[in-house]
Protein backbone atom coordinates (compact mmCIF):
# COMPACT_ATOMS: atom_id res chain seq x y z
CA UNK A 1 0.00 0.00 0.00
CA UNK A 2 1.62 3.62 -1.00
CA UNK A 3 1.12 6.95 0.38
CA UNK A 4 1.39 9.21 -2.64
CA UNK A 5 -0.20 8.54 -6.04
CA UNK A 6 2.00 7.02 -8.52
CA UNK A 7 1.91 9.37 -11.91
CA UNK A 8 0.75 7.21 -14.56
CA UNK A 9 2.57 9.12 -17.58
CA UNK A 10 6.19 8.74 -15.39
CA UNK A 11 4.96 4.92 -14.99
CA UNK A 12 4.91 4.80 -18.88
CA UNK A 13 8.14 6.40 -19.51
CA UNK A 14 9.84 4.17 -16.96
CA UNK A 15 8.19 0.89 -16.40
CA UNK A 16 6.12 0.91 -19.80
CA UNK A 17 8.66 2.71 -22.14
CA UNK A 18 8.15 0.36 -25.04
CA UNK A 19 4.65 0.96 -25.19
CA UNK A 20 3.07 3.54 -27.32
CA UNK A 21 0.01 6.01 -26.80
CA UNK A 22 -2.06 7.00 -30.09
CA UNK A 23 -4.58 9.11 -30.08
CA UNK A 24 -7.91 8.09 -31.86
CA UNK A 25 -11.27 7.83 -31.64
CA UNK A 26 -12.32 4.35 -30.69
CA UNK A 27 -15.29 2.47 -31.48
CA UNK A 28 -18.57 3.16 -29.12
CA UNK A 29 -18.41 4.63 -25.87
CA UNK A 30 -14.83 3.46 -25.21
CA UNK A 31 -12.51 5.98 -23.98
CA UNK A 32 -9.08 3.68 -23.99
CA UNK A 33 -7.89 0.14 -24.85
CA UNK A 34 -5.18 -2.18 -25.01
CA UNK A 35 -3.23 -4.77 -26.99
CA UNK A 36 -0.77 -5.23 -24.29
CA UNK A 37 1.58 -3.10 -26.57
CA UNK A 38 0.00 -0.04 -28.00
CA UNK A 39 -2.81 2.41 -25.80
CA UNK A 40 -5.20 3.65 -27.64
CA UNK A 41 -7.00 6.85 -26.54
CA UNK A 42 -9.72 9.22 -27.30
CA UNK A 43 -8.16 12.77 -28.15
CA UNK A 44 -11.22 14.41 -27.00
CA UNK A 45 -10.84 13.05 -23.38
CA UNK A 46 -9.63 16.15 -21.52
CA UNK A 47 -6.00 15.88 -19.73
CA UNK A 48 -7.78 14.67 -16.18
CA UNK A 49 -9.25 12.14 -18.22
CA UNK A 50 -6.38 10.60 -20.34
CA UNK A 51 -4.64 10.40 -16.55
CA UNK A 52 -6.84 8.45 -15.41
CA UNK A 53 -7.46 6.18 -18.39
CA UNK A 54 -3.91 5.72 -19.07
CA UNK A 55 -3.31 3.96 -15.31
CA UNK A 56 -6.32 1.96 -16.39
CA UNK A 57 -4.75 0.92 -18.92
CA UNK A 58 -1.15 0.59 -17.57
CA UNK A 59 -2.63 -1.93 -14.79
CA UNK A 60 -4.07 -3.99 -18.08
CA UNK A 61 -0.86 -4.27 -19.68
CA UNK A 62 1.06 -4.81 -15.80
CA UNK A 63 -1.65 -7.54 -15.36
CA UNK A 64 -1.04 -9.15 -18.91
CA UNK A 65 -4.09 -8.56 -20.47
CA UNK A 66 -4.82 -8.17 -24.24
CA UNK A 67 -7.97 -6.80 -25.50
CA UNK A 68 -11.40 -6.92 -23.54
CA UNK A 69 -11.72 -8.34 -20.49
CA UNK A 70 -15.01 -9.64 -18.44
CA UNK A 71 -16.17 -7.42 -15.87
CA UNK A 72 -15.05 -8.61 -12.92
CA UNK A 73 -11.18 -8.09 -14.31
CA UNK A 74 -12.50 -4.93 -15.30
CA UNK A 75 -13.86 -3.96 -12.01
CA UNK A 76 -10.47 -5.48 -10.58
CA UNK A 77 -8.47 -3.52 -12.79
CA UNK A 78 -10.45 -0.38 -12.02
CA UNK A 79 -9.83 -0.78 -8.09
CA UNK A 80 -6.26 -1.05 -8.63
CA UNK A 81 -6.13 2.04 -10.71
CA UNK A 82 -7.96 3.98 -8.82
CA UNK A 83 -5.85 2.51 -5.66
CA UNK A 84 -2.55 3.88 -7.26
CA UNK A 85 -4.35 7.61 -8.09
CA UNK A 86 -5.67 8.12 -4.85
CA UNK A 87 -3.69 6.96 -1.86
CA UNK A 88 -4.90 5.80 1.34
CA UNK A 89 -3.37 7.69 4.18
CA UNK A 90 -4.01 11.03 2.40
CA UNK A 91 -7.20 10.02 1.59
CA UNK A 92 -8.56 9.22 4.94
CA UNK A 93 -7.17 12.60 6.29
CA UNK A 94 -8.92 14.84 4.02
CA UNK A 95 -12.16 12.63 4.45
CA UNK A 96 -12.40 13.28 8.18
CA UNK A 97 -12.33 17.01 7.19
CA UNK A 98 -14.24 17.53 3.61
CA UNK A 99 -16.03 15.22 2.18
CA UNK A 100 -17.30 17.23 -1.38
CA UNK A 101 -16.43 15.07 -4.50
CA UNK A 102 -15.40 18.10 -6.81
CA UNK A 103 -13.09 19.39 -4.60
CA UNK A 104 -11.37 15.63 -3.81
CA UNK A 105 -11.20 15.31 -7.58
CA UNK A 106 -9.53 18.71 -7.33
CA UNK A 107 -7.09 17.39 -5.10
CA UNK A 108 -6.01 14.17 -6.35
CA UNK A 109 -6.69 15.04 -9.72
CA UNK A 110 -8.90 12.10 -10.35
CA UNK A 111 -12.14 11.49 -12.62
CA UNK A 112 -15.34 11.39 -10.22
CA UNK A 113 -15.76 7.57 -11.66
CA UNK A 114 -12.01 6.85 -10.28
CA UNK A 115 -12.40 8.44 -6.67
CA UNK A 116 -16.17 6.63 -6.25
CA UNK A 117 -14.54 3.43 -7.37
CA UNK A 118 -11.76 4.35 -4.42
CA UNK A 119 -14.32 5.31 -2.15
CA UNK A 120 -16.63 2.34 -3.06
CA UNK A 121 -13.60 0.37 -1.73
CA UNK A 122 -12.67 2.05 1.29
CA UNK A 123 -16.01 3.16 2.74
CA UNK A 124 -16.27 -0.35 4.93
CA UNK A 125 -12.46 0.44 6.74
CA UNK A 126 -13.27 4.23 7.20
CA UNK A 127 -15.67 3.57 10.49
Known sequence: MHNTAIDPWTMLASEFAETDVIYMRLNGNMIACTDGETIWMDPRLNRRERRCALMHELVHIRMGHRGAQSPD???????????????????????????????????????????????????????
Open 73 to 127: IEWTVRQLAAEALVPMRPLKAILEIDRDLNGLCDHFDVTESVLRDRLGALLPTLS
